[in-house]
C-alpha cells in the first residue's frame, strides 16, 4: 500500500488516500468487521472480497433510505460497535449510501472507501458527502462525514465497462479546465492515443493511472480547503447545472450530459465575463455526441428553472478562479436559452472528428 496523501477535513477528521496492491487491498477487506460492496463487483472480484460479513448493493437502484435503514440493521446484527470497521466497496453509488450509513450507525463508525470506478476514485469517494435519493430527485439527503481511509486498487478497473471509463473521465477533463494547467497537459498527451471508452478494452496504462491520481489530488486539495462547500468548492459543480437538466429532460448519462454541460456553460461564462476561456475540442470525443437526441431548448431550460425553483434560487454557474473571484455566476434565462440554440445548432460540428 503506498500512501499518497494524508489530509485534514475538519477538527479530527483525516482521510488518507491510498494506492492499493492486491495483497495489501486483500488484507484490509479480510480485516474489516463488515463489508458492503456493489453486486457486480462482488462477483467479478470474489477472491479478493474474502470476508464472510458482507451485504451486497444494486448501484443506484439501491441508493435509498430504506437500504440505509437495512445496513443498519445488518451492522447492529454483526455486533458492530463505533470502533468497528466497514469497507466500502463500488462506485459512487454504493460508496453514497454506504457512506450514509456508516456515518449513521452509532452516529459513525471507522469506513474505509474502495472506489472502483473512474468517477469514484476521482470524484465520489472525496470529500465527504453522502446521500440518497429522495422520491426521483437525486442525493437529497444526506450527511457529511470523511472516511478513515480509501483505497484505490487500479484492478478493479479492468472490468469496469468501457463506456463507464469515459463518464469517469469527463469528470476528470472537468478538473483539468477548472485551474490545473499541469493534469490538463497531461490529458492532452494522453487523448492523443487514444479516448478512454472509445476503443475496447481500455488502456489501463501509467499515464491513465496518473491522470486518475492527479485528478484526485486535485479534488482532494479543494475538498479539504473547503469541506462545507462554502467557496471555492462550488466551483466543482462546474458543467452540473446543464448537465443536471440534460439528465432529466433527455435522460442522457450523468458523464455525457456533464461534458455537453461543460460545452454551454463554457460559453455562457464566456459572454458573462468577456473573458476567452480555453476549451480543448478534442476533449470531447465525437462519440459523445453520437445519436444525440436532445429535446427542444425551451425544455432543456425549463428542467434547470424547476430545479433550481425548488431550492429558491436562480440560475447559477460555477466559475474556474482564473475566470471570476467569485465561485459562481448568475445568468438570465434569455442567455442560457440563447446558449443551449447555439449548442443544437452547432451539434454538426461536435459530431465530426476533432483534430
Ligand atoms: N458523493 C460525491 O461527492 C459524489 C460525486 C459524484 C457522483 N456521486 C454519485 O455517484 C453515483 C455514480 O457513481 P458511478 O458513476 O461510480 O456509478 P455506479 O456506482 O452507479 O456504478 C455504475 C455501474 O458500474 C458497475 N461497476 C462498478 N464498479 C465496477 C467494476 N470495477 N467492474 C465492473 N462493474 C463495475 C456497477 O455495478 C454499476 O452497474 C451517482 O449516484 C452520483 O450521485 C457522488
Not at 494547467?181 to 488502456?203: C, H, M, R, S, W
Request: hydrophobic letters at 35%; glycine letters at 6%.
Amino acid at each position: 500500500m503506498k500512501l499518497i496523501s494524508q489530509n485534514k477535513y475538519h477538527q479530527e477528521h483525516n482521510t488518507a488516500f491510498f494506492s492499493g496492491s492486491y495483497n495489501g487491498t486483500k488484507d484490509c477487506i479480510k480485516n474489516s468487521d463488515f463489508v458492503i460492496c456493489d453486486h457486480n463487483v462482488y462477483f467479478l472480484h470474489k477472491e479478493l472480497i474474502d470476508n464472510k460479513d458482507y451485504f451486497l448493493l444494486k448501484g443506484e437502484e439501491d441508493k435509498n433510505f430504506s437500504v440505509v435503514e437495512i445496513l443498519c440493521e445488518e451492522m447492529m446484527k454483526s455486533s458492530l460497535s463505533r470502533k468497528s470497521t466497514v469497507a466500502c466497496i463500488g462506485g459512487g453509488s454504493v460508496l453514497d449510501t454506504a457512506g450514509l450509513a456508516c456515518s449513521m450507525y452509532h452516529r459513525g463508525l471507522k469506513a474505509l472507501f474502495f472506489p472502483t470506478t473512474v468517477l469514484a476514485v476521482c470524484d465520489a469517494s472525496i470529500g465527504g458527502k453522502n446521500a440518497v435519493n429522495l422520491s426521483n430527485r437525486k442525493n437529497m439527503a444526506g450527511s457529511w462525514y470523511f472516511p478513515e481511509k480509501i483505497i484505490f486498487y487500479p484492478g478493479f478497473l479492468k472490468t469496469l465497462p468501457a463506456i463507464q471509463h469515459m463518464e469517469g473521465f469527463i469528470e476528470t477533463i472537468k478538473h483539468g479546465l477548472l485551474e490545473n494547467e499541469d493534469l490538463l497537459k497531461n490529458i492532452n498527451a494522453f487523448l492523443k492515443q487514444n479516448y478512454p471508452g472509445e476503443n475496447d478494452p481500455v488502456t489501463i496504462n501509467d499515464s491513465y493511472l496518473n491522470i486518475l491520481i492527479q485528478s484526485a489530488l486535485y479534488k482532494i486539495k479543494i475538498t479539504s480547503e473547503d469541506p462545507f462547500e462554502k467557496g471555492n468548492r462550488l466551483r466543482l459543480n462546474a458543467g452540473h447545472t446543464i448537465g443536471h437538466a440534460l439528465e432529466t429532460s433527455a435522460g442522457l448519462s450523468h458523464g455525457r450530459a456533464v461534458a455537453i454541460g461543460l460545452i454551454i456553460e463554457h460559453s455562457i461564462l464566456k459572454e458573462l465575463t468577456g473573458k476567452d476561456i480555453f476549451l480543448p475540442s478534442n476533449f470531447f470525443p465525437e462519440s459523445l455526441f453520437k445519436d444525440l437526441a436532445l429535446p427542444d431548448p425551451y425544455t432543456i431550460l425549463q428542467h434547470a428553472i424547476s430545479d433550481k425553483k425548488n431550492l429558491n434560487t436562480c440560475l447559477r454557474f460555477s466559475s474556474p478562479s482564473y475566470v471570476s473571484p467569485d465561485p459562481i455566476l448568475e445568468a438570465s434565462e434569455d442567455l442560457v436559452l440563447r446558449k443551449i440554440m447555439e449548442f443544437q445548432n452547432d451539434l454538426p460540428q461536435w459530431q465530426r472528428k476533432h483534430p
